[in-house]
């Protein structure tokens, strides 16, 4: 039984975590940490104010929070000898290199994006990207519901940092296009967000030749699949040494 901590329980994503959670026989929600102390009797489990607080004994936080948040739940982790799940997106780089360094200290799992057909994507796009070279443009276009408060979303500058990487050129990254009178320049990766009604998530990425266009896509239909992404993340970094894990380990550790 994996003990499990959530971070963030009372917002959407937690809420659909802990659905997720509670179906699942291998794991135990032994606590909750959320700002908004709305706590419901159908919880079933304490919920404090922040993970320092938590008195419950775990083996493993998911955090699906905000990013305003995660420095703390780091800090408080490394204190508890925790695993943690990062989930979250819109961290700053200072915030990455919090986590580098925390990351000497416990397990960490941080992914943008939970979803293994996104990650499945990023492998796709990187072939695209190292195959079609400089002959085609390459955007992104990312769609999401109108609450989300990071833009563009951590997935899509995820995907942007891939195509950087298997193209092998300083890509300069362009969010949105205002200027008039000024050609799109050949090393540019284009970055628009898209936010409306209750999408929840799709990205397009694009890849514009002389003659043709590529378009690789993936559209998500429920925040119930970021959460199994998480649960799968959480059962594969409970107990390892400490270090920084990504959804690439992960999917070789099941391969393998």
């Known amino acids: 039984m994996i003990n499990t901590i959530i971070h963030g329980c009372n917002g959407k994503m937690g809420r659909t975590l802990v659905s997720s959670v509670e179906e699942n026989a291998d794991f135990q929600i032994v606590a909750g940490v959320d700002s908004v102390l709305d706590v419901k009797p159908e919880l079933g489990f304490p919920v404090y104010a922040s993970l320092a607080e938590v008195k419950e004994q775990a083996d493993v936080v998911i955090d699906f929070s905000v990013a305003a ?48 057909g996104v990650n499945l994507l990023k492998e796709l796009i990187r072939q695209a990207a190292a195959l079609l070279g400089t002959a085609f443009d390459m955007e992104i276009i990312e769609k999401h519901h109108n609450t989300k408060r990071d833009s563009p979303s951590g997935t899509a500058l995820a995907l942007a940092d891939t195509l950087r990487e ?53 559209a998500a239909y429920s925040k119930a699949l970021f959460a199994t992404g998480a649960i799968k993340a959480a059962a594969f970094v409970a107990g390892k040494n400490p270090g920084y894990y990504h959804m690439e380990e992960m999917i070789a550790e099941s391969i393998g």
């Open 166 to 218: 298997a193209s092998g050129r300083p890509m300069e990254y362009v969010h949105g296009r205002e200027e008039k009178n000024k050609l799109r320049g050949k090393e540019e990766i284009g970055i628009h967000a898209v936010r409306g009604g209750n999408i929840v998530g799709e990205h397009d990425v694009l890849f514009a030749g002389q003659d043709e266009r590529l378009t690789l896509s993936h």
């Open 69 to 116: 948040a995660v420095d703390g739940m780091l800090d408080a982790a490394v204190e508890k000898g925790l695993a943690v799940v990062v989930a979250t997106t819109g961290l700053s780089e200072a915030q990455f290199e919090h986590l580098r360094e925390c990351s000497g200290r416990i397990p960490i799992f941080q992914a943008a994006n939970m979803s293994l």
